[in-house]
């Protein structure tokens, strides 16, 4: 009746069977995609978290160095050239 009527009828088996696995594919492409998405954002993250990790050790490296600096400067007698060794006058 609906064919009398000039209603499409979507009735086709191998239509039918083409439209599913059509839908399929078109799926699975979709996720292939977003696992890939998700692969690449996570090795972002790592490779953020290690960048972060290695700039926070040299800083903390650096800090050290300073600290050093800083000790070796307070060593040194003013006015004079090395580090002190004793009293002037004294043996």
Avoid: C, T, Y
């Avoid at 064919?3 to 696995?21: F, M, N, Q, T, Y």
């Avoid at 799926?27 to 996570?42: A, D």
């Avoid at 300073?66 to 043996?91: C, N, S, V």
């Amino acid at each position: 009746m609906d064919r009398a009527k000039g209603i499409k009828v979507h009735d086709d088996p191998r239509k039918l069977k083409e439209s599913i696995k059509k839908e399929e594919k078109k799926h699975n492409k979709s996720k292939e995609k977003w696992e890939g998405r998700v692969w690449s954002v996570e090795a972002k993250r790592k490779e953020r978290h290690e960048k972060r990790r290695e700039n926070v050790k040299a800083k903390i490296e650096q800090k050290k160095m300073r600290k050093i600096e800083k000790r070796k400067k307070k060593l040194m007698r003013p006015g004079f050239e090395g580090r002190k060794e004793g009293f002037i006058g004294g043996d």
